[in-house]
């Protein structure tokens, strides 16, 4: 032990011996180490001593491996006690995601004698699988054990469970396809309610053990909470990525940590925001809210001769990368105040704090970069929770391993560490026990400087109230004491704590909260508003008049783009007829109709009752100052149009009218609904409205009246585009253009006109793409004699329309094995999109002139392994960087973005962890090892005989989008002939077969690079 991890643990494995307070049980497994790596963690005493600090802090160790191992989550009680949830069943997304030979623990660590060490150490169960959070309160303690939210009796305190842990709901996915981030993060929120986060690779269906599917809510990325006294579960917010933290400000407004496409996002109740792939949980949401961010973490891209003026690693600079675990708002009394109230998270890859200063802006936030701080240098850094403690210093949880989420390189379980992050030398406190308090002395706290005594206190109250019944509703003593002191303060976040406090210890009145309403401070609103909304929408629930009438009124008059926003977000809790008036009030505003957040919400309210009342939305976009509203209702309604035209027909009509401030909007909105349909007849009107926007100053608008005369079937726009494309005096980009509206609606005679472009140098790439829509026999060797004269661009073009059908594959099988074509042209996708066609004949062709798509399990591994034997650190050095880059183009760029160029189909990796050789070989051999539902590739197949292969971006009754890694096709349902969704992802097997060793390493050493290279040729 000595020899591995040095003086400091050996220490720690002498206190765990002598204090640990319960011993685990005798049949606990042993802890099995699967970690590859031959390295070792650093001594924690010199990750303390190397830490790279401000000025004035200072890092200590807490505690570290055997008293504290693999720490997923953390907590802490009104004691200022640790709670530890130790997770040894994770495997990696590699090992099927969870081991059941590893069982979990929920361990206590506890500063006994207040000289600021944690020196005793109590097991309090270690009968727990898949253990990914928790919480204390309540009487008990509730875990996280996928698939079920576990509650621990513990109504005496003494750190032993009353009885056997009760499963509150369940539901949670955990199977193989769950390969990381599966539901996490329980957290108290200022409301009472318990609050949780779930990852995008699943969608689960959550309710109470034994609840029918109506009964149970769906979520397959965002956040979700339950209420213990009410015993109701739902869906807060829907999208994001894989969140591994939040937060609540000292408004109560709370904020969420995310990884890959941005890392913050305001949690609204009902929004829907961007997310990495798939579809939302709700097929019309349409637009996506972004991150409140102005900012990421990683180099969004270079120019590759800012390398000549000494550029380092631009990610570096910028944060260290996109992955991001754990957030904390701080509000503690320990750290200087120009620290307080900023965003805090740990960056994986980057070994660092990222900070973010919250600003409101319009009707939310944004958040603006701040400096970064606490850099570690521990290779084996893994940070996993920020958590301000009694002190006001701050505990940092460390996994303590080589590996991240996908951990692809194995497990290892005997590490971990809790660090802790403080200003100066704070004074150790006493031993304290909050459950001693009067109520007095914790409403006293509730004013405390520090929030981690107010958040503690809050939560007592609220029990107390629970459990005793004279202690709870508005003329108890309890409340009538909380009012009092609140009416005394005048600080806002004082009399905001005591607002919440009031509302969970069931003290608030509906007439009291109303009167909160006409407070002079916005978040006083905000808080109140909440909660009104809060006690009378759920089950078996009923919004009163009085409520309706508030809310209508603050849609009215209320200024605060904040509090406007939360009324748009009560829309959706609201009965769908009791909506219109409100949502109206707010649309006719047009101060925030640009504002990120708020037009969106009034879109998600308002979403269900568009098809309910098709006359009362027409109305809503007649008084719309809200662009993407009206856009989102006229795409509705016109997307309903072929169950009942009444609704599109009155679009056009007040298009016709032309006095909606909008009316480009609902054009757009309508042009949308129709994208990818065939041969659909015209709505009643359609050429009055042709003719007044198809003239317009805006481009847009030109375009999607002119997508939808071509749709409509508009012969003399037909012609029209037929003379456009044809005629070589005219820009190339103009006839391009119009070759590409054409094609919308594609002209059964048209692979006549498009053969001859094919020797027209500024059309060919579209013609190519055009001819993939037809099968005429002759179109393959057209195509191939043409091809000597095709530039990259074309060629690669060229692959992709031979490889949409398999008469056409045939051809280009043979023209390979002719030497017409080079081998190394057919990509894997390419070689996946003709597997599938799944013809025995074309597949034998396939192996023989290109290799085998389909690898078997042990060979893979076994690749992957030669793979990282010949890539050696000395290897990679060697790599020809700028052929590297070439090869990216060629192999990677169609799906991912690298120092800013690519197309981004899959995650950016600037900021991946893609200078750790083991992700990225396991990547890009076996890409299919751990597949979300929402990222699993489909076969689609046309009643024309073409094959496409992609996933599923967007999708109603009429269309699908499928999202490849050449394009973005909508499809008309009524074009499908099958449809099959398979198991692997859209990245395929494969993307290394066909390299020399020469060519893997330049790849491979271009992509762990630190900046962009020049292309070859360049200086």
Not at 116 to 127: A, L, M, P, Q, Y
Not at 368 to 392: A, V
Not at 594 to 619: C, F, N, S
Not at 646 to 653: I, K, P
């Amino acid at each position: 032990m000595l020899d591995i991890f040095g003086r400091v643990v050996f220490v720690w494995l002498l206190v765990g011996l002598i204090f640990d307070g319960s011993s685990a049980a005798a049949d606990f497994p042993p802890l099995a180490n699967s970690e590859k790596s031959t390295s070792s963690p650093m001594n924690p005493d010199e990750v303390v001593k190397t830490a790279k600090l401000p000025p004035g802090f200072r890092l200590s160790v807490v505690a570290a491996e055997p008293a504290v191992q693999n720490p997923i989550a953390m907590t802490t009680d009104e004691r200022g006690r640790l709670w530890i949830a130790e997770n040894f069943s994770w495997a990696g997304s590699g090992a099927g995601g969870f081991n059941a030979d590893q069982r979990d623990r929920i361990v206590i660590l506890e500063d006994a004698d207040g000289d600021g060490r944690f020196e005793k150490r109590t097991v309090f169960s270690d009968t727990v699988h898949k253990l990914t959070s928790i919480e204390v309160g309540n009487g008990g303690v509730w875990a996280l054990c996928l698939p079920n939210l576990l509650f621990f009796p513990d109504a005496d305190r003494n750190d032993v469970p009353d009885d056997e842990p009760r499963v509150v709901l369940d539901g949670f996915q955990a199977g193989s396809n769950v390969g990381h981030t599966p539901a996490n993060g329980l957290k108290w929120g200022p409301d009472g309610w318990l609050y949780g986060r779930h990852g995008i690779l699943a969608t689960s269906e959550i309710g109470k053990p034994g609840a029918k599917p109506a009964d149970r809510f769906r979520i397959n990325t965002g956040v979700w909470r339950y209420h213990p006294k009410r015993d109701v579960a739902e869906a807060v917010m829907h999208g994001m990525t894989n969140s591994w933290g939040y937060d609540f400000d000292q408004h109560g407004e709370m904020f969420v940590i995310n990884t890959v496409i941005g890392h913050l996002w305001h949690v609204v109740a009902g929004a829907h925001t961007e997310r990495m792939f798939g579809t939302d949980i709700n097929p019309f949401s349409y637009v996506l809210i972004p991150q409140v961010a102005d900012h990421v973490h990683w180099d969004l891209g270079e120019v590759w001769n800012d390398i000549r003026h000494g550029v380092t690693d631009r990610t570096s600079q910028a944060g260290g990368g996109h992955a991001h675990i754990g957030l904390m708002i701080y509000q503690g009394d320990n750290w200087p105040e120009e620290y307080r109230n900023r965003v805090y998270t740990l960056n994986l890859h980057g070994m660092r704090i990222n900070s973010d200063h919250l600003l409101r802006k319009d009707a939310g936030y944004t958040a603006t970069h701040g400096p970064d701080l606490c850099f570690l240098s521990d290779p084996w850094f893994r940070g996993m929770e920020l958590l301000t403690g009694p002190d006001g210093g701050v505990f940092i949880a460390d996994w303590s391993d080589t590996g991240e989420c996908h951990d692809h390189d194995g497990v290892h379980r005997t590490s971990g560490r809790i660090y802790k992050l403080t200003y100066g030398t704070p004074q150790p406190l006493a031993p304290f026990d909050l459950a001693g308090k009067s109520n007095d002395e914790l409403i006293g706290l509730l004013s405390h400087r520090n929030t981690w005594w107010a958040r503690q206190a809050r939560r007592l109250l609220t029990e107390r109230a629970t459990t005793a019944g004279e202690l709870r509703g508005p003329d108890s003593p309890l409340a009538t004491s909380l009012r009092a002191h609140r009416d005394r303060s005048t600080d806002v976040t004082s009399r905001l704590r005591m607002l919440e406090t009031i509302v969970t210890t069931g003290g608030a009145s509906r007439d009291w909260l109303i009167e909160q309403l006409s407070s002079g401070d916005e978040h006083e609103r905000v808080a109140a508003l909440r909660s009104l909304i809060d006690s009378e929408t759920g089950p078996a629930r009923t919004v009163s008049p009085q409520t309706l009438a508030v809310l209508q009124r603050l849609a009215n008059a209320d200024d605060s783009g904040l509090v406007r926003l939360h009324v748009a977000s009560s829309l959706q809790r609201l009965p769908i007829d009791q909506r219109w008036d409100i949502a109206e009030s707010l649309v006719e505003d047009p101060r925030f109709a640009t504002d990120r957040m708020l037009p969106l919400m009034i879109w998600y309210g308002i979403e269900p009752a568009v098809a309910h009342t098709p006359a009362k939305a027409i109305g809503l976009i007649a008084r719309s100052r809200m662009p993407i509203v009206s856009e989102c209702i006229a795409r509705r309604l016109a997307g309903d149009s072929e169950s009942s035209s009444a609704g599109c027909g009155s679009l056009v009509e007040l298009l016709i009218d032309g006095k909606c401030p909008t009316a480009e909007n609902a054009l757009h909105g309508l042009a949308l609904a129709f994208k990818g349909r065939k041969n659909a007849a015209s709505p009643e009107g359609w050429q009055r409205v042709a003719s007044m926007y198809g003239s317009s100053a805006q481009a847009v608008v030109r375009d999607d009246v002119q997508s939808l005369n071509v749709l409509f079937g508009d012969h003399r726009t037909l012609d029209e585009l037929r003379q456009l494309v044809t005629n070589g005096r005219l820009p190339a980009a103009e006839r391009n253009q119009a070759l590409r509206s054409l094609l919308l609606n594609p002209p059964a005679d048209y692979a006549a006109t498009l053969i001859p472009l094919l020797r027209d140098q500024a059309m060919v790439v579209e013609a190519l793409r055009g001819l993939a829509h037809y099968s005429a026999a002759e179109i393959p060797q057209q195509i191939l004699e043409a091809s000597k004269s095709f530039e990259p661009a074309a060629r690669a073009e060229m692959i992709q329309t031979l490889a949409c059908r398999p008469a056409f594959a045939r051809e280009l099988l043979q023209a390979v094995r002719d030497g017409r074509i080079a081998s190394s042209e057919i990509t894997a996708i390419h070689a996946r999109q003709i597997a599938s066609f799944d013809v025995e004949s074309l597949n034998r062709d396939l192996t023989e002139v290109w290799g085998d798509i389909r690898t078997p399990p042990a060979e893979k591994k076994a690749r992957i392994e030669a793979y990282k034997s010949r890539l050696t650190p000395a290897a990679v050095e060697k790599a020809d960087r700028s052929h590297g880059r070439v090869l990216f183009q060629k192999t990677c760029a169609n799906c991912h973005v690298l120092f800013g160029a690519g197309r981004l189909v899959g995650p950016d990796l600037t900021g991946s962890n893609r200078r750790n050789l083991d992700y990225l070989i396991d990547n890009m051999v076996d890409p299919s090892a751990t597949v979300g539902a929402n990222f699993r590739s489909v076969v689609v197949v046309l009643e024309s005989g073409r094959v496409l292969n992609g996933v599923i971006s967007e999708q109603n009754d009429q269309t699908i989008t499928l999202l490849s890694a050449q394009e973005l096709t909508t499809i008309d349902r009524k074009e499908i002939e099958e449809m099959k969704t398979s198991n692997v992802s859209l990245m395929p097997d494969g993307l290394l077969q066909n390299l020399t060793e020469t060519e893997v390493r330049d790849l491979v050493g271009y992509l762990m690079g630190g900046e962009q290279a020049p292309l070859p040729g360049n200086p």
